[in-house]
């Protein structure tokens, strides 16, 4: 799976759960990949997701989100 395509999951799962989902740029998006806003209470907030792709060997990549 290439970088873009994880970030692109990611945003699919917070879409899917309900909040509002904008995939930045794939490049120059100052670590920001996904901005998610979403409203508790009245309270709005936003979250700033960054996703990342690690392989210790390049072989076994993992993915996560921040």
Known sequence: MLPREFEEVVAEFFKAKGYDVKLTPATRDGSRD?????????????????????????????????
């Open 34 to 66: 996904i901005i998610v806003k979403h409203e508790v209470m009245g309270n709005p907030f936003i979250i700033y997701v960054k996703c990342k792709k690690y392989g210790s060997d390049g072989k076994d990549p993992s993915y996560a989100f921040i």
